[in-house]
């Protein structure tokens, strides 16, 4: 009898201890939310980063969901292209699996966790964020050991191609609600993601992933914006997808992906088989004139 109430005090203590724990992991991890802005930071192209991992879920781009996230945040304004003027800032997203994710950012975190730091902007806009001293932990070191669903946000200027801010987001299990009819939901049903659990977990990702940036955002404002591209009469296509080059080297830096049949404006600069060009935002690179016509 003392044996066996031992045994049922023991499991009792146990199962103590596993509810305690379950209630205490629950409460780390509260439903994500939208991170929202009282004013916009400026206005921003999206464009689909080289790591496309989505299409491994048999999902399409995530460019409508990402611009209908900053709609609704209110931190940044889509660019009308029939403007006539280049983007503040070019939106390069990925996806994939952490490692994935990681390695496309990693190049970036030095710069953006600089230039966050150097605009004094820290301690005014981490205080304003929910979660963002956390989403800064998760952009400087990512742990965990299985692998899960990540998505990852650049910013990049628009002159240089230089990456400013980045943030990056990681989820096992969604815990969004896609009751209502607010503009991400609608942007997840437009790019397909709501139909699916890696489409609804790559959601979540992204959201994280632009609350992590919007973390970041008061750097962004000693940042000089782009400025308009060169008046030109001639411009290349591009023949087939390839890759918007830091400098004229395909081992170089990759600035953006590009599509074919995306019109480029050369600048007039060449170096062997490269041309400088400058796309519709004013973003500037280096491509192959093996991949124009």
Not at 53 to 59: E, I, N, R
Not at 185 to 212: C, P, Q
Not at 237 to 255: G, M, Q, W
Request: aromatic residues 6%; positive net charge.
């Amino acid at each position: 009898m003392i044996k066996s109430h031992s045994i049922s005090t023991s499991a009792i203590a146990t199962a103590a201890v596993i509810a305690l724990w379950s209630s205490a992991a629950s409460a780390k991890s509260p439903p994500v939310e939208l991170t929202h802005c009282d004013a916009s930071y400026g206005t921003i192209a999206v464009v689909d980063g080289d790591t496309q991992g989505w299409s491994k879920f048999g999902l399409g781009s995530p460019r409508e969901l990402v611009a209908a996230i900053a709609r609704e945040s209110g931190c940044f304004e889509i660019h009308n292209a029939a403007s006539g003027t280049p983007a503040n800032f070019l939106v390069n997203v990925i996806a994939g699996d952490k490692e994935e994710v990681d390695q496309g950012v990693q190049a970036a975190k030095g710069l953006a966790t600089d230039a966050f730091v150097r605009s004094g902007a820290a301690g005014q806009v981490l205080g304003r964020v929910p979660g963002a001293g956390a989403l800064m932990g998760m952009f400087g070191g990512l742990g965990g050991k299985k692998k899960i669903v990540a998505a990852g946000i650049r910013v990049v200027s628009p002159a240089n191609g230089q990456t400013l801010i980045a943030g990056t987001g990681q989820v096992k299990k969604s815990t969004l609600s896609f009751a209502g009819g607010t503009p991400w939901v609608a942007g997840a049903d437009a790019a397909g993601y709501r139909a699916s659990k890696n489409g609804k977990m790559l959601t979540e990702a992204f959201i994280l992933a632009y609350n992590s940036v919007v973390s970041q955002a008061g750097a962004l404002s000693a940042v000089q914006t782009a400025a308009p591209a060169a008046k030109t009469s001639t411009t290349y296509t591009v023949a087939v997808d390839t890759n918007l080059y830091a400098s004229a080297d395909a081992n170089a830096k990759t600035v953006r992906a590009l599509r074919a049949d995306t019109e480029l404006v050369p600048t007039g600069s060449k170096a062997g088989l490269f041309v400088e060009v400058s796309d519709k935002y004013g973003t500037k690179g280096w491509v192959s004139v093996e991949d124009l016509r």
